[in-house]
């Protein structure tokens, strides 16, 4: 999976970018959903994500987020294990990159596209997960933007605000292409993006392998595009063709104070992406609470244009705000304190049937160990027995009722690689059934396994064992 991320500030034409780049042959490219900056705040009500049904709460909330987004995102069946089943690792940046792995890999995608700006400011978390990832950073002549900021119905209004708001989200990126290398990053200007598509977008298909098409600037004619536009005044130029004029559109609007109020804040950095300031040369300094009085000003008038908006469209746009809103203030589900232990505590199953010893092999989706066999069974809930637990695992795994007896070995092992990943201390005991008659069928996704098999004792050590669990299972044969 090829995967590109573009960060910088918004109103700088990323959904022009992301339509184009949707359009290419082999490209996921869908509406930004927010979903790594908008559960920062909310990964602890999870517990620890080494924790596979964890991870599955997650990718069903995530979804229900992006289920509410005002542009739409196609759907894909079961997404909850198609996300599961991408997972590489335990954070939630694992979780976001995987949601965009599973819906690429199911439209048949090889490249997908994130256009979740704010990601800039995240991306040591990113950059954690191991995974590649190419960054593109898109940017706008700050004049341009503050220009649309103003005519847009949401985001910054006041002058200097969307000015520091520019600068933020330009070091962010300066300092993030440092820290991911060349090799890993791309910078396009907005201006070059309008005036020659295709060259301006060629050292991207290079780098991310993607065949350029003159078919990607009919982007406006795609339902996609059409649809965007109707929704809100924020998409009103995305069923149209690319419009070169929107190049320096700020010097049309003759609001000399806006262009010097941007060119104060911005001016030293205008000139890194070759734009030049035309009024100041000079940055103009802000203390601590003249930038206090600017974002007061500007919360003000932000406050007075939500309130002049239509009710019907700004609930639309408030859906996902309800949606974390709602997150934060619900008790998390029952099992949280088990999933935050820092030890946790399991029951293993030896069932011997007919002089053959019952074992189960892990799918290829399992996060921690793909395709290799172990003993049935699992850890333990909270307030619950250990032959309560070794009863009900056994049943929900395969089907069978057994009568827990005597313990033939006892071992631990870590879930996951991570500081904060928990110590599993596991005991197999000797169990008895009336029947050798498995059946699958409750198996809960979340255990990732995959099928089941009746062993000789003297085949069982030569099968694909989980490691943590090869010397216990030699102990268990011995003491059989």
């Known amino acids: 999976m090829r995967r590109v ?35 920062q705040s909310l990964t602890s009500r999870y517990g620890s994500l080494h924790v596979p ?9 995530m979804g229900r987020l992006v289920d509410m987004n005002a542009l739409a995102w196609p759907r894909i069946p079961d997404r909850r294990r198609a996300v599961l089943a991408e997972m590489s690792g335990s954070t939630l940046a694992h979780a976001v990159l995987a949601f965009y792995d599973a819906h690429a890999r199911y439209f048949g995608k090889q490249v997908w ?17 191991g995974l590649p990832i190419l960054y593109l950073h898109l940017v706008r002549d700050p004049r341009d933007v503050a220009a649309s900021f103003s005519r847009a119905p949401i985001g910054p ?11 933020e989200d330009q070091e962010a990126a300066m300092a993030a292409r440092e820290m991911v290398g060349e090799d890993c990053w791309l910078t396009l200007r907005y201006e070059d993006l309008v005036t020659d598509p295709e060259a301006a977008l060629a050292p991207l298909c290079d780098r991310a392998e993607l065949r350029w098409s003159t078919t990607a600037l009919e982007f406006h004619r795609r339902e996609e595009a059409r649809s965007a536009a109707s929704i809100s005044e924020l998409w009103n130029n995305l069923d149209r063709p690319i419009r070169r004029d929107r190049v320096a559109a700020y010097k049309r609007s003759m609001n000399i104070e806006l262009v010097t109020a941007v060119e104060g804040i911005t001016c030293d950095l205008m000139s890194a992406f070759d734009y030049a300031a035309e009024y100041i040369s000079v940055p103009t300094g802000i203390s601590a609470s003249e930038n206090e009085d600017i974002l007061n000003r500007d919360r003000e ?10 009710p019907e469209a700004e609930a639309v746009h408030l859906r996902r705000v309800s949606f974390l809103e709602d997150l ?29 010893l019952l074992l189960i092999r892990k799918g290829q989706d399992d996060p921690h160990q793909p395709g290799r066999w172990e003993l049935p069974g699992g850890r333990m809930k909270p307030d619950e027995s250990p032959d309560d637990a070794l009863v009900r695992e056994v049943r929900e795994e395969v089907g069978l009722d057994v009568s827990p007896g005597r313990p033939l070995a006892l071992w631990s092992w870590r ?46 050590l030569d099968l694909d064992l989980i490691p943590s669990a090869r010397g216990p299972i030699e102990t268990v044969l011995a003491n059989l």
């Not at 008038?301 to 239509?310: P, T």
Request: proline residues 4%.
């Open 328 to 356: 934060k203030a619900t008790r998390p589900p029952m099992g949280f304190a088990e999933d935050l232990m820092y030890v946790q505590f399991a029951q293993k199953a030896v069932i011997e049937w007919q002089g053959r």
């Open 53 to 61: 049904s964890n991870q599955g709460r997650l990718a069903e909330d």
């Open 5 to 39: 991320q573009i960060v910088g500030t918004q109103r700088s034409g990323s959904n022009l970018l992301r339509l184009l780049l949707g359009s290419l042959p082999g490209v996921f490219a869908p509406p930004s959903a927010h979903k790594l900056r908008d559960f």
């Open 113 to 129: 596209v994130s256009k979740c700006l704010e990601n800039v400011h995240f991306i040591d978390q990113l950059i954690d997960t």
């Open 157 to 167: 209004k006041e002058p200097r605000a969307i000015a520091l708001r520019w600068l």
């Open 301 to 310: 008038m932000r406050a007075e244009l939500a309130a002049a908006r239509d």
């Open 415 to 460: 879930l996951g690689n991570e500081q904060d990943a928990p110590t599993v201390i596991a005991v197999a005991r000797l169990c008895e059934t009336s029947t050798g008659d498995v059946d699958m069928s409750r198996n809960d996704e979340d255990d990732f396994i995959e099928k089941y098999g009746w062993f000789e004792r003297d085949e069982v």
